[in-house]
């Protein structure tokens, strides 16, 4: 953990991650082997390949931007068919904007090995939630941001809260007809379509990293997934859930964002 001299971060009561330096075994058939997993190591790697400089502090990562990242495994299969299936948790904790902490899964398949499936599975993550929190620590976000205005109420304060819209992770087997679409999926949609499910969340006022995930697949069988720091969020999950109901039809398709709403005392426009 980290020294005295420096703050020392939390893991989330959820997280379910356990460890994140272990040895795994194997067996297939009359083969019997041991891969030796440095979680941290490997997301150090991935940080490292997207330029986002982070140092090592025993299990955890500290980033440029003040974050500091703890890996930890929940789980690594070998399944039937010879593909490795790990998930994992990222948990991210920040001093000032996030000192309750928050935390994500990473789930990854791979035909190599354990290593090739969890050094994907935080690749994809360094591409995508990684920029959103590095954004809403930044005074000049690269991600699209919205500024929302809360009055005062009941006795509560004012509130100006920013909400990062991180990258998109989006698949359709086929493109929609324009015709059948009458505003082209951006990365304000997943948020705003299911912006009523969030409006207490919004208003609370703490730093919150909210999961949207919607797919529907090529019978037309609609799933969604909403977490906020690591939770689930069933008003969240449904609100997608609906939304997928609007969606042209393109086979199947689905739509994966992390967007982080925080406090914001910076200019309104």
Same mark, same amino acid.
């Given at each position: 953990?980290?020294?005295?001299?420096?703050?020392?971060?939390?893991? &989330?009561?959820?997280?379910?991650?356990?460890?994140?330096?272990?040895?795994?075994?194997?067996?297939?058939?009359?083969?019997?082997?041991?891969?030796?997993?440095?979680?941290?190591?490997? @997301?150090?790697? $991935?940080?490292?390949?997207?330029?986002?400089?982070?140092?090592?502090?025993?299990?955890?990562?500290?980033?440029?931007?003040?974050?500091?990242? !703890?890996?930890? @495994?929940?789980? *690594? +299969?070998? &399944?039937?068919?010879?593909?490795?299936?790990?998930?994992?948790?990222?948990?991210?904790?920040?001093?000032?904007?996030?000192?309750?902490?928050?935390?994500?899964?990473?789930?990854?398949?791979?035909?190599?090995?354990?290593?090739? $499936?969890?050094?994907?599975?935080? &690749? +994809?993550?360094?591409?995508?939630?990684?920029?959103?929190?590095?954004?809403?620590? &930044?005074?000049?976000?690269? %991600?699209?941001?919205?500024?929302?205005? =809360?009055?005062?109420?009941?006795?509560?304060?004012? @509130?100006?809260?920013?909400?990062? @819209?991180?990258?998109?992770?989006?698949?359709?087997?086929?493109?929609?007809?324009?015709?059948?679409?009458?505003?082209? =999926? %951006?990365? %304000?949609? !997943?948020?705003?379509?299911?912006? #009523?499910?969030?409006?207490?969340?919004?208003? #609370?006022?703490?730093? $919150? *990293?909210?999961?949207?995930?919607?797919?529907?697949? $090529?019978?037309?069988?609609?799933?969604?997934? %909403?977490?906020?720091?690591?939770?689930?969020?069933?008003?969240?999950?449904?609100?997608?859930?609906?939304?997928?109901?609007?969606?042209?039809?393109?086979? =199947?398709? =689905?739509?994966?964002?992390?967007?982080?709403?925080?406090?914001?005392?910076?200019?309104?426009?």
């Amino acid at each position: 953990m980290a020294s005295s001299a420096t703050p020392t971060p939390r893991v &989330s009561p959820g997280n379910p991650g356990d460890i994140s330096t272990f040895a795994i075994n194997f067996e297939k058939g009359e083969e019997s082997w041991d891969e030796q997993i440095d979680l941290t190591e490997l @997301l150090l790697a $991935a940080l490292q390949e997207r330029d986002i400089p982070a140092t090592r502090d025993e299990a955890w990562l500290r980033t440029g931007d003040g974050f500091w990242l !703890l890996p930890q @495994l929940v789980s *690594a +299969q070998l &399944s039937e068919d010879g593909n490795m299936r790990t998930s994992t948790t990222i948990q991210a904790w920040h001093p000032e904007l996030a000192p309750e902490g928050v935390f994500e899964y990473q789930h990854s398949i791979s035909n190599e090995d354990a290593v090739s $499936a969890f050094r994907r599975g935080f &690749s +994809q993550w360094a591409a995508t939630d990684a920029v959103a929190l590095r954004d809403s620590a &930044s005074d000049e976000p690269d %991600c699209p941001c919205m500024i929302m205005e =809360f009055p005062a109420d009941d006795g509560g304060a004012s @509130l100006r809260r920013r909400v990062v @819209l991180g990258p998109v992770a989006h698949y359709a087997e086929s493109p929609a007809p324009a015709q059948d679409e009458e505003h082209p =999926f %951006c990365p %304000c949609c !997943l948020f705003t379509n299911s912006l #009523d499910a969030f409006h207490g969340i919004l208003r #609370d006022g703490g730093y $919150a *990293a909210i999961r949207l995930y919607a797919a529907r697949d $090529a019978n037309g069988e609609i799933s969604a997934d %909403c977490r906020v720091n690591g939770e689930d969020y069933p008003a969240g999950q449904q609100a997608l859930a609906e939304y997928v109901g609007t969606w042209p039809q393109r086979g =199947f398709e =689905f739509r994966k964002q992390l967007v982080i709403a925080h406090l914001y005392d910076g200019e309104p426009g």
